[in-house]
């Protein structure tokens, strides 16, 4: 079976940022990245599928991303991923969710997968949208918080985290979307040896036109959505101490809890 | 301008390649989830955390450098790094890869004949072979040139009759890799475990590489053929060129004990109120603090270029004595001022600082001790041995 994941490169969850001048992006210089983590986790269960197969499968990683997600890319070769697609032309760069799953829906296009994986959220933006509507433009079935997937007979059964600590089991028809929650499967160490075959392995560079896409669909042309400010969050942390007998403190905390915080 | 990484401070990383990056980063993943959680326990309970050796293989850090045979095939920038990150984890979990790489696949690889290389290369590197390497005797390991231990030529055969002493991986080895003197100079031979005559024995109450095993190795009348011995090995010029890849391995290793101590006495000393402030807002401890930050960035600045030129092929072997000698040291003494900033705690392996400063003592001992490559840069300055 054909895999496409689909992979963001976004900066280290222990990155330290600061925003630019206009007040809508970081300041990438001293940034590092790795690949978002429930991608990792939508990569690991590619493997996990190719590896259970007849050993026809194949996993492509695909990301839409500059030049320097070349490096997100060689980490997904490196953990295992047969090829890789690169979409580092800049006309497909600072899209919304909506054109940067239009180039996807392109891209699955071409290729033809059975199955896309996706991250359920990237950590950056996090809007959480890309894979849904992915499977929209492509008129395919989309799953949202995977917990469980097992591919047989042309069909996905397809475990989904819902509240309470619920799941539930569906039967999907393939072809399919599915959103990866993270934690659904231990993420495999990459090996020296991976990191050693990646460099072997093909990356595709695809332009706009060789996916028939025009500029207004697509990139920063193509967003309707616009951000018109960044803001890094105001700390608000207050330290009250609760004074009295233990008794009489635990009930004020309790209370405080309930109404205030209401956590209880 | 954003402040510099208190671990790295003129960003020594920026130097890697993309590659050693990725590798890196395979290995503190590792260390983190997997070393880091069992290691304090490991040195208490004075146990080589074995469960770990398949997935030291599966990561593929047994021959990182070396090439066919199931080695990596990387360079040695990389071996580097996977030293760095493993002794971030404990000094014993480095020594065992760096015994079985640099100490066991190195001189095989490079003195063995096919069939040695063909049998016992690629279980190593799947770390379904171990190995150890015995150089050192009771009498004197500073000066191995008059080691006693010797192989007589019987026919075909040799015969071993002596003893090694400090030993590292000597009980867990399934090959040892043995220097011997002979009438003609000095020849390395494997003996394998459950050799006629060969007793390996644990030495018992260590203080320093707990997780480590440290063996004694007794040779009465052992008998190997001819074929076990490595062909192109020639006099004490051969295992010394393999102590050169260890410590080579080791002038990085320390990087990482000493930067561990030193993350942990920034967090504790930024914690810490003492006199109505944190430590760290006391000079005497910010000097503690910049000098180790200082002496950690020079020892990084130094392992890579150490490594730059040694995948130039143009390393010399008291360039790694330098290296050694100056990296070794800094973590040593990081480890000292972390455990005395840890105050009371730091006694206990409910920190680090202790754990790695009793491993850096054996550190600063084997492979040469301190004053030995101070005595080899001696020597290359004023083209004089003053042994
Ligand atoms: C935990 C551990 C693991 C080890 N693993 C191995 C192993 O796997 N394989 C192996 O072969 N060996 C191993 N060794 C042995 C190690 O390499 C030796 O301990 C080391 O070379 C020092 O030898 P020694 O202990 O006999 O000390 P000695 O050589 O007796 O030295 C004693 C002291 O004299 C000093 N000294 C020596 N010569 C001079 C001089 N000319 N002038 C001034 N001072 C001098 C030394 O610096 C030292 O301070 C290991 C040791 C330890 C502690």
């Not at chain 1, 042309?221 to 890094?232: E, H, K, M, T, Y």
């Not at chain 2, 590792?30 to 304090?40: L, S, Y």
């Given at each position: 079976m054909k895999i496409l994941v689909a992979i963001k490169q976004v900066p280290d969850k222990n990155a330290r940022l600061v925003l630019d001048s206009a007040g809508q992006g970081i300041v990438e210089t001293d940034v590092t990245w790795e690949i978002n983590e429930s991608d990792r986790y939508a990569l690991e269960s590619a493997l996990r599928i190719k590896e259970a197969g007849d050993g026809s499968g194949e996993v492509v990683a695909v990301t839409v991303g500059p030049e320097r997600a070349r490096k997100a890319i060689s980490s997904a070769l490196a953990m295992g991923a047969d090829r890789a697609i690169h979409l580092a032309d800049p006309d497909f760069q600072n899209g919304d969710p909506l054109s940067v799953a239009r180039v996807l829906a392109a891209v699955v296009r071409k290729e033809e997968p059975q199955l896309v994986l996706c991250g359920t959220r990237s950590d950056d933006a996090g809007y959480g949208e890309t894979p849904i509507l992915l499977g929209g433009l492509l008129g395919w079935p989309a799953v949202f918080l995977t917990m469980g997937i097992e591919v047989a007979d042309g069909r996905v059964k397809v475990v989904r985290e819902l509240e309470a600590a619920r799941q539930e089991l569906s039967s999907i028809a393939l072809p399919a979307v599915l959103a990866v929650q993270s934690g659904i499967h231990e993420v495999r160490y990459t090996s020296l040896k991976g990191i050693m075959a990646a460099k072997k392995k093909t990356v595709d560079q695809l332009t706009p036109t060789e996916l028939g896409l025009s500029r207004e669909k697509i990139g920063r042309f193509g967003s309707r959505l616009q951000v018109l400010d960044l803001a890094p969050p105001v700390k608000k942390s207050k330290c009250e101490f609760i004074e009295g007998k233990p008794g009489d403190a635990a009930a004020a905390l309790v209370d405080r809890l309930r109404r205030d915080a209401k956590v209880l | 301008m954003a402040s510099p990484h208190p671990l790295d401070f003129f960003d020594v990383r920026s130097l890697l390649s993309d590659e050693e990056q990725a590798v890196q980063d395979a290995v503190a993943r590792f260390v983190d989830e997997r070393v880091i959680p069992i290691i304090g326990e490991c040195f208490e309970a004075d146990r080589f955390p074995m469960e770990l050796v398949p997935q030291l293989a599966e990561l593929g850090l047994f021959g990182v450098s070396m090439e066919g045979y199931g080695g990596a095939g990387m360079n040695s920038v990389c071996y580097g790094l996977v030293c760095q990150e493993l002794e971030r984890g404990d000094s014993g979990l480095r020594s065992f890869v760096s015994v079985q790489s640099s100490l066991c696949m190195f001189p095989i690889r490079r003195y063995g004949s096919e069939e040695q290389r063909r049998r016992w290369l690629p279980e190593m590197a799947a770390g379904r072979a171990l190995g150890c390497f015995g150089l050192t005797e009771p009498d004197g390991g500073s000066d191995p040139g008059t080691m006693k231990t010797h192989a007589r030529r019987d026919g075909s055969d040799w015969v071993i009759n002596g003893a090694k002493m400090w030993i590292t991986n000597g009980t867990l080895a399934d090959v040892a890799v043995v220097w011997a003197n002979t009438d003609d100079g000095v020849k390395g031979f494997l003996v394998e475990r459950?050799?006629?005559?060969?007793?390996?024995?644990?030495?018992?109450?260590?203080?320093?590489?707990?997780?480590?095993?440290?063996?004694?190795?007794?040779?009465?009348?052992?008998?190997?053929?001819?074929?076990?011995?490595?062909?192109?090995?020639?006099?004490?010029?051969?295992?010394?060129?393999?102590?050169?890849?260890?410590?080579?391995?080791?002038?990085?290793?320390?990087?990482?004990?000493?930067?561990?101590?030193?993350?942990?006495?920034?967090?504790?000393?930024?914690?810490?109120?003492?006199?109505?402030?944190?430590?760290?807002?006391?000079?005497?401890?910010?000097?503690?603090l910049a000098d180790m930050a200082r002496r950690l960035t020079a020892g990084r600045l130094l392992a890579l270029q150490l490594g730059r030129l040694k995948d130039q092929g143009r390393m010399h072997h008291s360039q790694v004595s330098l290296a050694k000698w100056n990296n070794v040291r800094l973590a040593l003494d990081a480890a000292r001022e972390t455990r005395d900033i840890l105050g009371g705690g730091g006694i206990t392996l409910d920190h680090h600082a202790i754990r790695h400063m009793l491993n850096l003592e054996s550190v600063i001992t084997y492979e040469g001790t301190e004053t030995i490559h101070e005595l080899v840069v001696g020597r290359e300055l004023t083209g004089t041995a003053a042994f």
């Amino acid at each position: 079976m054909k895999i496409l994941v689909a992979i963001k490169q976004v900066p280290d969850k222990n990155a330290r940022l600061v925003l630019d001048s206009a007040g809508q992006g970081i300041v990438e210089t001293d940034v590092t990245w790795e690949i978002n983590e429930s991608d990792r986790y939508a990569l690991e269960s590619a493997l996990r599928i190719k590896e259970a197969g007849d050993g026809s499968g194949e996993v492509v990683a695909v990301t839409v991303g500059p030049e320097r997600a070349r490096k997100a890319i060689s980490s997904a070769l490196a953990m295992g991923a047969d090829r890789a697609i690169h979409l580092a032309d800049p006309d497909f760069q600072n899209g919304d969710p909506l054109s940067v799953a239009r180039v996807l829906a392109a891209v699955v296009r071409k290729e033809e997968p059975q199955l896309v994986l996706c991250g359920t959220r990237s950590d950056d933006a996090g809007y959480g949208e890309t894979p849904i509507l992915l499977g929209g433009l492509l008129g395919w079935p989309a799953v949202f918080l995977t917990m469980g997937i097992e591919v047989a007979d042309g069909r996905v059964k397809v475990v989904r985290e819902l509240e309470a600590a619920r799941q539930e089991l569906s039967s999907i028809a393939l072809p399919a979307v599915l959103a990866v929650q993270s934690g659904i499967h231990e993420v495999r160490y990459t090996s020296l040896k991976g990191i050693m075959a990646a460099k072997k392995k093909t990356v595709d560079q695809l332009t706009p036109t060789e996916l028939g896409l025009s500029r207004e669909k697509i990139g920063r042309f193509g967003s309707r959505l616009q951000v018109l400010d960044l803001a890094p969050p105001v700390k608000k942390s207050k330290c009250e101490f609760i004074e009295g007998k233990p008794g009489d403190a635990a009930a004020a905390l309790v209370d405080r809890l309930r109404r205030d915080a209401k956590v209880l | 301008m954003a402040s510099p990484h208190p671990l790295d401070f003129f960003d020594v990383r920026s130097l890697l390649s993309d590659e050693e990056q990725a590798v890196q980063d395979a290995v503190a993943r590792f260390v983190d989830e997997r070393v880091i959680p069992i290691i304090g326990e490991c040195f208490e309970a004075d146990r080589f955390p074995m469960e770990l050796v398949p997935q030291l293989a599966e990561l593929g850090l047994f021959g990182v450098s070396m090439e066919g045979y199931g080695g990596a095939g990387m360079n040695s920038v990389c071996y580097g790094l996977v030293c760095q990150e493993l002794e971030r984890g404990d000094s014993g979990l480095r020594s065992f890869v760096s015994v079985q790489s640099s100490l066991c696949m190195f001189p095989i690889r490079r003195y063995g004949s096919e069939e040695q290389r063909r049998r016992w290369l690629p279980e190593m590197a799947a770390g379904r072979a171990l190995g150890c390497f015995g150089l050192t005797e009771p009498d004197g390991g500073s000066d191995p040139g008059t080691m006693k231990t010797h192989a007589r030529r019987d026919g075909s055969d040799w015969v071993i009759n002596g003893a090694k002493m400090w030993i590292t991986n000597g009980t867990l080895a399934d090959v040892a890799v043995v220097w011997a003197n002979t009438d003609d100079g000095v020849k390395g031979f494997l003996v394998e475990r459950g050799a006629k005559g060969y007793v390996a024995r644990d030495i018992k109450r260590k203080m320093s590489l707990r997780a480590s095993v440290t063996s004694e190795l007794f040779f009465d009348d052992v008998r190997v053929p001819e074929a076990a011995r490595l062909p192109d090995a020639i006099g004490l010029a051969a295992p010394l060129s393999c102590l050169t890849q260890a410590r080579y391995g080791i002038a990085w290793g320390v990087l990482g004990a000493a930067s561990a101590c030193l993350a942990e006495a920034l967090e504790f000393a930024g914690t810490r109120v003492l006199f109505g402030r944190p430590l760290s807002h006391t000079q005497t401890i910010q000097r503690r603090l910049a000098d180790m930050a200082r002496r950690l960035t020079a020892g990084r600045l130094l392992a890579l270029q150490l490594g730059r030129l040694k995948d130039q092929g143009r390393m010399h072997h008291s360039q790694v004595s330098l290296a050694k000698w100056n990296n070794v040291r800094l973590a040593l003494d990081a480890a000292r001022e972390t455990r005395d900033i840890l105050g009371g705690g730091g006694i206990t392996l409910d920190h680090h600082a202790i754990r790695h400063m009793l491993n850096l003592e054996s550190v600063i001992t084997y492979e040469g001790t301190e004053t030995i490559h101070e005595l080899v840069v001696g020597r290359e300055l004023t083209g004089t041995a003053a042994f």
